[in-house]
T-cell receptor, first 113, second 111 residues
């Protein structure tokens, strides 16, 4: 079975802090994604990566950056956390771009005070 | 915005079949219908997908109408653990970067 793990289930940070969210997948998937989920807004794509060191902006990249130094790991970085970044963050991976089945991690609920 | 339409909520008695409908009247010929679900406080989970033919796996069955404008996800014997939000999504290789989950159907399975 595909396993996607995220570094924390719950995280509390203060405004202005730099925040790192880590995601690891163990199935040698090419593609990895970061979403955020907010009530009434559904899942929104922040960034995705289709290869090591490659990244593409999603729908809402502002205030975020990403890093993919190794195939299995995709990090989301909040350079200076703000209260409007309080959300559930979900990481996903998929095998090929032609395969749309995405496998999700359990999510990280981030609260920025 | 999501291109599919689903009822916001449904109830189902435990042990009965849960039939979740989805309208996708603008689906194009190369777009698949995917179903995911999200149990409270967990990440979304893939259930099943199909193009034209009906599909079945260990979790569910997917019935797609001949004109492909609608589909039904069937959980044959719903359990309390099937209580979740169910999302119907159109996707193809061109949309593989992101899945537009929309608002889904909140299914409540009752004892």
């Amino acid at each position: 079975d595909v396993k996607v793990t995220q570094s924390s289930r719950y995280l509390v940070k203060r405004t202005g802090e730099k925040v790192f969210l880590e995601c690891v997948q163990d199935m040698d998937h090419e593609n990895m994604f970061w979403y955020r989920q907010d009530p009434g807004l559904g899942l929104r794509l922040i960034y995705f990566s289709y290869d090591v060191k490659m990244k593409e902006k999603g729908d809402i990249p502002e205030g975020y950056s990403v890093s993919r130094e190794k195939k299995e790991r995709f990090s989301l970085i909040l350079e200076s956390a703000s209260t409007n970044q309080t959300s559930m963050y979900l990481c996903a991976s998929s095998f090929r771009l032609s395969t749309d089945t995405q496998y999700f991690g359990p999510g990280t609920r981030l609260t920025v005070l | 915005d999501a291109k599919t339409t689903q009822p916001p909520s449904m109830d189902c008695a435990e042990g009965r079949a849960a039939n979740l409908p989805c309208n996708h009247s603008t689906i194009s010929g190369n777009e698949y219908v995917y179903w995911y679900r999200q149990i409270h406080s967990q990440g979304p989970q893939y259930i099943i997908h199909g193009l034209k033919n009906n599909e079945t796996n260990e979790m569910a069955s997917l019935i797609i109408t001949e004109d492909r404008k609608s589909s039904t996800l069937i959980l044959p014997h719903a359990t309390l653990r099937d209580t979740a939000v169910y999302y119907c999504i159109e996707a193809n290789s061109n949309s593989g970067y992101a899945l537009n989950f929309g608002k889904g159907t909140s299914l409540l399975v009752t004892p």
